[in-house]
């Protein structure tokens, strides 16, 4: 079982930034891919950044060179920086991490955190 704890989403005007967190309750070592989806409303839940097998990484070609992933292996916690935020930015942000089981694999979804990007 995995826990995602998320946080740093609110209110942001636009072209500004924000950084949002995701704690793992294990080590993220044990998990084979993790990162950040969203879903806006009205609309299907969509990949944003993930990191893949090893340290490659997946990111929405709607967020590519505004939002940044990275992790603290220590601190067992991946990080979605954004910048350069847009309006159509709003939306809640999940954590999700996939853990490859003998026969399947397991998803985990933290509870969200909204992201509004508004004058």
Not at 67 to 81: E, G, P, W
Request: with cysteine; glycine share 10%; net charge positive.
């Amino acid at each position: 079982q995995v826990q995602l704890v998320e946080s740093g989403g609110g209110l942001v005007q636009p072209g500004g930034s924000l950084r949002l967190s995701c704690a793992a309750s294990v080590s993220i070592f044990s998990i084979n891919a993790m990162g950040w989806y969203r879903q806006a409303p009205g609309k299907q839940r969509e990949l944003v950044a993930v990191f893949t097998s090893g340290s490659s990484t997946n990111i929405a070609d709607s967020v590519k060179g505004r939002f940044t992933i990275s992790r603290d292996n220590a601190k067992n916690t991946v990080y979605l920086q954004m910048s350069s935020l847009k309006p159509e930015d709003t939306a809640v942000y999940y954590c999700h991490a996939a853990k490859l089981g003998a026969l399947r694999a397991y998803d985990y979804w933290g509870q969200g955190t909204r992201v509004t990007v508004s004058s």
